[in-house]
């Protein structure tokens, strides 16, 4: 594929286009943004509350796996909290028995991925897995490696548990839901226009529609 025809196809144009914008409308962006900085606040509190070493773990867990979908919330709070688990208590086990030299790490990410397939794991729980493990094997401790890694389970878990009470609490209102409703206007063109907009690129005034 030449240059020429990334343009006349409209690549470009595309790729600037967002898949999942923060809203459709002004509206919608201040909402979900108050919405994540209300959750991130809620958990680095809770953190301290708590007395967690680490506090920023927290609000750093619960923007990460925040979803607008209860369900969907619930479903990959389930996956990283185990996720989260398995590579602590790896991460654990390891530090406790090796030093940490490079292949040593190699080889326990590559363990920590046959245990989460073993487990019917998904990819997000090996995420979240390989994030801990990584973090109790490679961070300079000054305390037994069990106790490292029960802080950084306990600050994600803070974090999976405020994202699932927000959630809860304060729940995102789907836009095409509010659209439907008459409670939003939008204010701004929206993706699927600009989309459209893009699809027609001007190349001496000659319109080649993309397919």
Not at 17 to 46: F, K
């Amino acid at each position: 594929m030449n240059g020429l025809e990334v343009f006349e196809k409209g690549y470009i144009a595309r790729l600037t286009i967002p898949n999942d914008p923060i809203g459709a409308t002004r509206r919608q962006v201040l909402e979900h943004s108050a919405r994540t900085a209300v959750t991130a606040v809620a958990s680095m509190l809770a953190a301290r509350v708590l007395k967690l070493p680490q506090t920023y773990w927290a609000p750093i867990t619960t923007m990460v796996i925040t979803q607008s979908s209860l369900g969907a919330t619930l479903a990959v709070s389930w996956q990283r909290f185990i996720g989260t688990a398995v590579g602590a208590a790896l991460g654990a086990l390891v530090a406790s028995h090796f030093e940490t030299y490079t292949l040593v790490v190699a080889a326990s990410v590559f363990l920590l991925g046959l245990f989460c397939a073993g487990l019917r794991m998904d990819r997000s729980a090996y995420r979240f897995g390989g994030v801990t493990l990584a973090i109790v094997l490679l961070v300079q401790r000054g305390e037994p490696a069990w106790q490292i890694a029960f802080h950084r389970f306990a600050e994600v878990s803070t974090g999976i548990a405020v994202a699932l009470v927000m959630t809860v609490v304060w729940p995102e209102r789907d836009a095409t839901t509010s659209k439907q409703q008459g409670k939003e206007i939008p204010d701004e063109p929206t993706a699927t226009t600009i989309r459209k907009e893009a699809s027609e690129v001007h190349i001496n005034d000659c319109p080649l529609t993309v397919q």
